[in-house]
């Protein structure tokens, strides 16, 4: 049910969702990603999928299962979630790609002295990986979150021309219940809710 709702959302965050500015024409060929691998306790298997605008101008990695938490009801090894994605991009010949703009949302709620961990970072494969951008989110805090990494134009990476280089996409939530009260229970989620998919990578196209 979960699934159907975010599908049904699709056609309308595209939409709504931006093109960052000094975007690269794109291809008129339908792109299409292969997820190869899915690792990590925050996105078991058949938890993530990945859906590809129709206009080739972003994609949507959409988790049902992502939630961090600590305190009452946690279990020992709940306080942090991961999830690690290896995507093969099918790119029409003559045009390489990079990640100009990346959004991360969810929902958090953290007592009073807990706090929040957002981190991520994307990468090709067979390159180094980039700086790991962290968030802090500190309680009490009840409320929907949403953060936006975006690339300078002339600091986009992007995938070598010819070669079929894989993209990671790794993040991790955490939950540290520091002095909130430990008869309470923080967390916090990246996932969809209420027909909202929350994870957006926008396409930097160029031309080999």
């Not at 078991?44 to 938490?69: C, H, K, M």
């Not at 995938?159 to 916090?188: H, I, Q, W, Y």
Request: with cysteine; hydrophobic share 35%.
């Amino acid at each position: 049910m979960r699934k159907a709702t975010a599908a049904a959302a699709l056609a309308v965050l595209f939409t709504l969702s931006p093109t960052p500015a000094n975007a690269d024409p794109r291809p008129a060929d339908r792109v299409t990603i292969d997820v190869v691998t899915v690792n990590g306790s925050g996105c078991r298997q058949g938890s993530a999928e990945v859906v590809v605008s129709p206009d080739n101008t972003s994609f949507w990695v959409i988790y049902s299962d992502y939630l961090a938490q600590a305190g009452k009801g946690a279990g020992a090894t709940d306080f942090r979630k991961n999830c690690q994605l290896n995507l093969q991009v099918n790119v029409p010949q003559g045009f390489t790609y990079g990640i100009a703009e990346a959004t991360y949302a969810g929902y958090g709620n953290l007592q009073r002295g807990a706090t929040g961990y957002q981190y991520v970072n994307y990468y090709f494969q067979g390159q180094s990986a980039t700086n790991t951008w962290k968030h802090t989110f500190t309680g009490p805090f009840d409320d929907n979150w949403s953060i936006t990494h975006r690339t300078e134009f002339a600091d986009i990476v992007h995938a070598p021309c010819g070669e079929k280089k894989n993209l990671n996409v790794n993040s991790s939530l955490r939950v540290d219940k520091g002095t909130s009260d430990p008869n309470a229970n923080s967390f916090m989620t990246m996932d969809y809710t209420r027909g909202e998919v929350r994870t957006l990578y926008h396409f930097s196209w160029k031309r080999c």
